[in-house]
């Protein structure tokens, strides 16, 4: 599966943005989506993920309360909405796709296929 991930940008802290990650193939809602960031320095950070029915959703602690992940599976279109946002969200947020759940938090070598980074910046 081809990602394309999209919507990011710059916005004061406490505002709101909501990403995009449109996919392309036929078996999109076969695969469990996730979003990760990575600032600068660091690695790349799980967010928060959906299964491809889109029942089953896992959350982050950064994340938890303040973002929201959705599917549209129609669309082949997953969303990340972020509100409240910290200037310590600000990261590259990625896209990510794989065959199957997951039983433990995931971290980025679990997902196979990846968008190619939105910039969300958060002033304070």
Do not use: H
Not at 31 to 55: C, D, N
Not at 91 to 105: H, M, P
Request: glycine share 12%; aromatic share 12%.
């Amino acid at each position: 599966v081809q990602l394309q991930a999209s919507g990011g940008g710059l916005v004061q802290a406490g505002g709101s943005l909501r990403l995009s990650c449109a996919a392309s193939g036929r078996t999109f809602s076969s695969y469990t989506m996730g979003w990760f960031r990575q600032a600068p320095g660091k690695e790349r950070e799980f967010v928060l993920a959906i299964s491809g029915s889109g029942i089953r959703t896992y959350y982050s602690d950064s994340a938890q309360g303040r973002f929201t992940i959705s599917r549209d599976n129609a669309k082949k279109t997953v969303y990340l909405q972020m509100n409240s946002l910290k200037p310590e969200d600000t990261a590259v947020y990625y896209c990510a796709a794989r065959g199957s759940w997951f039983l433990t938090t995931p971290v980025a070598a679990d997902f196979s296929s990846w968008g190619q980074g939105t910039q969300v910046t958060v002033s304070s």
